[in-house]
């Protein structure tokens, strides 16, 4: 059974950039976009991309063993939408190809543990204002 609902599943299909934050090793936050994909076998989301084992993100993200992606967009019928999956890190050396045929293999596997949806799981969003469904969950 997946930690996420089958609405939360299509968005992330739905969707290829999000935003990852990790924390450096002087403590200061770090976010940049990232290209990610729903990893169905593993109820995970994979992230990697070009120089990826190099770039700060990767290095932050196994330092810690602790990493957040965010996902969102604003659809012209109403107000945001996004998820954002907080979870453990874990470096794998394949599975970049799914993600794009162009990346390197390695990859950064997030395994949830806390997963926040915001108009996500709801047919209608309301604009500002009014009601918007926000859901946070612990899964572990």
């Known amino acids: 059974m997946s930690k996420f609902t089958s609405e939360e599943i299509a968005y992330l299909e739905g969707r ?72 453990t890190a874990q470096a794998y050396a394949t599975g970049g190809q799914e993600i794009s045929p162009n990346f390197p293999p390695e990859i950064i596997r997030i395994t949830p543990t806390y997963i926040v949806s915001l108009g996500v799981d709801d047919a209608e969003v309301q604009p500002a204002g009014g009601k918007i469904p926000f859901h946070g969950r612990r899964v572990e």
Do not use: C, M, W
């Open 16 to 87: 290829r950039i999000g935003r990852v934050a990790t924390v450096g090793a002087s403590g200061e936050p770090h976010v940049v976009p990232i290209v990610y994909r729903y990893n169905p076998e593993h109820d995970s989301i994979d992230i990697g991309g070009h120089n990826f084992t190099n770039s700060k993100k990767y290095r932050d993200a196994l330092r810690h063993g602790q990493i957040a992606i965010v996902i969102d967009d604003s659809p012209p019928s109403g107000g945001p939408r996004l998820l954002e999956v907080r979870g």
